[in-house]
């Protein structure tokens, strides 16, 4: 018997999802993905047993470890977000015989279930986006859908003609096919111990009979109580001129490190985007003083949490330590003087001002300019921002968030290096499953699936 319970992850980008799953135990022998950055990325943090390859064109008997079927605990993954609006059902059912050339991005997460199928693992764990909810399929046909892989199960539910049919129950019955119980999960990031909210849809399924895990009763952390908001972040007794020095310093990290127990009471008000960031370096577009990008730390961590993310080496001094991805990029005259006049958390929306200072045309961003709340979890880190940063503005300097700060609001410590381009970095961190989201889902899976083997993982 393995020490650990066995992973792989398909779909796996810059590794989000491996490395929560590691924190939580796991042994993620195996992953792919089709983005040459991102394999890159995850290589340079897990190892080499990441491939590079179009899921469609792959075979699990073939192209992944050797790993038999019936073997394997967990397949996990997230398939990239579907669009159903121009589907048939009668397209929604099929995991084999399928052009590649006529596939579309929608249906990648039946080649994530033909992988299910083959492996017959005792879970799986699919992310996606939770405006999946909101999807419908229109049936348009009588056809019974085709069934799927010889011996997985029943056909899918006939429907009828003219219904609108959610998209997350097609999906359920077909998991359910394959021989699984399954259901679905919305949580945001920042009940798990992620300063930055981030609503995710999680599918979970279980080979054998037993509960599924509830999500929503492993928070470890909720919306601060009024009182809480209006504490300001204690500064570290060191950098203080008004203590004795026999007082204690930091407090140790086990306060804030989330503790994953199902149905816990004692929970934490949700971590800030200055807890996350503010002892990181100045850093400045004009890339004199302060400098373009910082390579070295210039304060001490000042908060439980910066602590825990640098992830500094117990004989290292956090002076030693090197500082990665933590640079600034270019800003028009315009841009930076619009960033000086926002307050904390404030946004300009299309409309509310000329339309020569709008960053996006109205007809395809009905979104703002926003400087993040020190005191409050960011925003949403969207792909997007490689494309600009105005909706991601520091809250005390006028730039947009470095690609280490985006990376710190997802929970990657500071040792995960994205060595690729500040434009790449900040696509593939956009992209990414926050690590300590995906370590209480792990958690959450190991102790309510496969506790009969693993209970003292």
Partial sequence: MNSKPSAIDLFCGAGGLSEGLRWAGYDVQWALDHDESAVETYRENHGDHVIQADIRETDPAVDSPNIEPGELDLVAGGPPCPSFSNIGQSKLGSLEDRSVDEDERNLLYLDFLRYVDHFQPRAFVMENVPGMLADTVLVESDTVQESLPSGSGAEIERYPVGKEVPVTDIILEEMESLGY???????????????????????????????????????????????????????????????????????????????????????????????????????????????????????????????????????????????????????????????????????????????????????????????????????????????????????????????????????????????????????????????????????AIQQIILSDQYADV
């Fill in 181 to 443: 119980s399954a259901d679905w999960f919305k949580i945001d990031s920042a009940d798990f111990g992620v300063p930055q909210h981030r609503e995710r849809l999680f599918f979970i399924g279980r080979q054998t009979d037993g509960n599924l895990p509830k999500l929503e009763q492993w928070r470890t952390h909720r919306p601060p109580t009024t009182r809480e908001k209006t504490q300001r972040v204690q500064v570290r007794p060191e950098l203080r001129d008004d203590v004795e020095e026999t007082q204690t310093t930091l407090e140790d990290n086990s306060s804030v490190l989330p503790q994953f127990k199902r149905a816990w009471e004692h929970k934490r008000p949700h971590l800030t985007v200055a807890d996350a960031i503010m002892d990181l370096p100045p850093i400045s577009p004009k890339g004199e003083m302060p400098p373009t990008r910082a390579t070295e730390y210039t304060l001490p961590p000042i908060t439980p949490y910066q602590e825990w993310i640098r992830d500094i080496p117990a004989d290292e001094e956090w002076e030693d330590q090197d500082l990665q991805n933590h640079d600034a990029r270019w800003h028009n005259h315009l841009d930076l003087s619009i960033y000086k006049l926002l307050g904390h958390g404030v946004g300009w929306n299309i409309g509310q001002v000329s339309t020569s200072l709008q960053p996006y045309r109205d007809d395809v961003f009905q979104d703002k300019y926003k400087k993040q709340n020190p005191a409050e979890p960011a925003s949403t880190i969207l792909a997007h921002i490689q494309k600009d940063g105005h909706m991601f503005i520091h809250p005390t300097e006028a730039r947009s968030l470095s690609p280490r700060e985006a990376a710190r609001l997802q929970s990657f410590k500071d040792t995960y290096w994205f060595p690729e381009s500040r434009t790449n970095a900040y696509r593939l961190i956009g992209n990414a499953v926050p690590p300590r989201l995906a370590e209480a889902v792990g958690v």
